[in-house]
């Protein structure tokens, strides 16, 4: 199991598990994390998932395929779709910050 | 409301007391407004899974899913549920074709998806933004000073269609034609005009492909024409799958979104007045009328057995997925016949899952620009008082006119 942080708009934090293997998006929606829509499940095409991957944890982050990039209109890079990040266990503890919508 | 229905025969495995009259079956209409009363009495009065004897297209029976929570797990769920013969407008005219992407099952539509999702993302769709912007403008001109107009015909209508036609390249002067082709489609319950219909858009797109194969162009059916999926081409049923997709996906839906979303601002003044004032409010209240106004259905077959809310779905049954029940089930929302600008909610308005409408970048944008324009354009406005509204019912929920006048 690994350990993914959700920092909301308003800085309330919500820790949760996830299996390794699955996706930052997985854990939001499993967990009920609000702000995390997660539309179309996870295949790259609605971008209601978006996060902000905290500054400290980003170099650890695969880089985004172009399809990803390309449904990203955000010009800050951190700006990931957290149906892309799968959790390994480099990456048990991280944290990313979910926007105040993610319909504009 | 709790009417049961008169039929003469239901399977042994439907409970008689499941049985119900549907109001949204197509071909009703209504002159009252869907979304005040009918969408949430059947929440207050229907039990979550209930039988309707004639809301599958060609008035055969199907379930109806209410809530929220049991829809999204159908959309998730490929293995009880298939999405083959969801529109069965291929069967009625004796061809084989099937939607595409729609109407394909994993994994041939994920293969469909990876082809076609990279031309709809947000950067692909850059190059269109002036475009879209451009005839936003040009029919806000045509139309600003005169006081008043049926905001259907001369912008909720004109305006995506034109984009989809460009995309396709269609000629514009044939929009009237379409459209009428369009309504026969997903608004008529007379199965004669719904095969003429079919028959007039399969006949169009076989003479544009073979146009469009001697010369090619930079539109979405040449490109269809040209894709591969691995080292094959499309077959000729592929591609008109594809093209009848857009045509019934991309005529219609974003029409019934500005009809419902500039109705409800002419009804209600103070919501029209916050937009005006603050026009960085316009995407989350796009959001919220999108959910309020969820206007579409469709259609899945039990492929597998499967329990839900308390019966039993055998293999061949057919399910509707009404997205406009969905987005306001008041188990999901909080008073969800309240429309909140700042509720900024998960709806079903789009779908949920791999089949997630592949317009929806696109729709979201068309609805933005217009309500920013519109919004600037013209003066507030309201319901011409005089005016009666007719409403389809059915596949789309979709207002026959939008009476409004200004100044």
């Not at chain 2, 809301?55 to 899913?65: H, I, L, N």
């Not at chain 2, 298939?82 to 992407?101: E, N, Q, R, T, Y």
């Not at chain 2, 999702?117 to 879209?132: G, I, R, S, W, Y």
Request: proline share 7%.
């Amino acid at each position: 199991m690994a350990n993914v942080t959700f920092v909301q708009p308003d800085g309330r934090a919500q820790s949760v598990e996830i299996e390794e293997g699955f996706s930052v998006m997985q854990a939001a929606n499993n967990n009920d994390i609000p702000g995390i829509a997660g539309e179309c499940g996870g295949c790259v095409s609605c971008a209601t998932c978006k996060v902000e991957v905290d500054a400290a944890w980003i170099a650890r982050i695969p880089a985004s395929t172009e399809l990803e990039t390309s449904l990203i209109e955000d010009e800050d890079a951190n700006v990931r779709l957290s149906c892309q990040i799968m959790m390994t266990p480099e990456l048990d503890g991280l944290v990313v910050h979910v926007p105040a919508s993610q319909y504009r | 409301m709790n009417i049961h229905a008169p039929v003469t025969q239901i399977p042994s495995h439907v409970p008689p007391d499941l049985v119900r009259t549907f109001p949204l079956t197509l071909g009703s209409l209504t002159s009252s407004d869907p979304y005040k009363r009918m969408i949430h009495d059947i929440h207050r009065c229907y039990p979550p899974v209930f039988w309707v004897p004639d809301v599958y297209p060609g008035g055969t029976p199907a379930w109806v899913v209410r809530r929220f929570s049991d829809l999204r797990a159908i959309y998730a769920d490929d293995v009880h549920f298939s999405v083959k013969g969801f529109a069965p407008f291929a069967m009625f005219i004796g061809d084989s074709w099937d939607l595409v992407p729609a109407g394909a099952d994993a994994p041939t539509h994920d293969q469909y998806r990876a082809l076609l999702n990279p031309l709809f993302t947000p950067v692909a769709l850059k190059k269109l933004e002036t475009k879209v912007a451009e005839v936003a403008q040009h029919l806000i001109d045509g139309f600003k000073n005169k006081g008043a107009a049926d905001f259907r015909e001369v912008f909720a209508v004109p305006f995506p269609v034109s984009i989809v036609l460009d995309l396709l390249d269609l000629p514009q002067e044939r929009m009237a034609e379409f459209m009428l082709w369009e309504h026969m489609l997903l608004h008529d319950m007379n199965i004669e005009n719904i095969k003429q219909a079919t028959r007039n858009v399969v006949g169009l797109f076989r003479e544009v492909m073979k146009e469009r194969r001697a010369n090619p162009g930079d539109d979405l059916v040449s490109f269809a024409l040209n894709a591969k999926i691995g080292d094959r081409g499309l077959t000729d049923d592929e591609v008109i799958g594809f093209c009848f997709n857009l045509f019934i996906g991309g005529l219609d839906t974003v029409t019934t979104n500005l009809c419902w979303q500039y109705r409800y601002l002419a009804e209600h003044p103070e919501q029209q007045a916050k937009l005006r004032a603050n026009p960085a409010l316009i995407p989350d209240a796009i959001q919220e009328m999108l959910r309020y106004y969820s206007p579409a259905s469709t259609f899945r077959t039990v492929i597998k057995e499967i329990e839900m809310g308390g019966v039993t779905f055998k293999v061949g049954d057919k399910v509707m997925v009404c997205t406009t029940l969905g987005s306001n089930d008041p188990e999901q929302f909080e008073n969800p016949e309240e429309v909140r600008f700042d509720r900024r909610a998960t709806s079903l308005a789009f779908g949920s899952g791999i089949h997630h409408c592949l317009g929806h970048h696109l729709a979201r944008r068309e609805l933005t620009v217009a309500m920013q324009k519109l919004l600037a354009e013209l003066p507030p406005f309201r319901l011409d008082p005089q005016a009666e509204i007719l409403t389809d019912l059915g596949g789309v929920i979709q207002p026959r006119s939008v009476p409004l006048i200004w100044g």
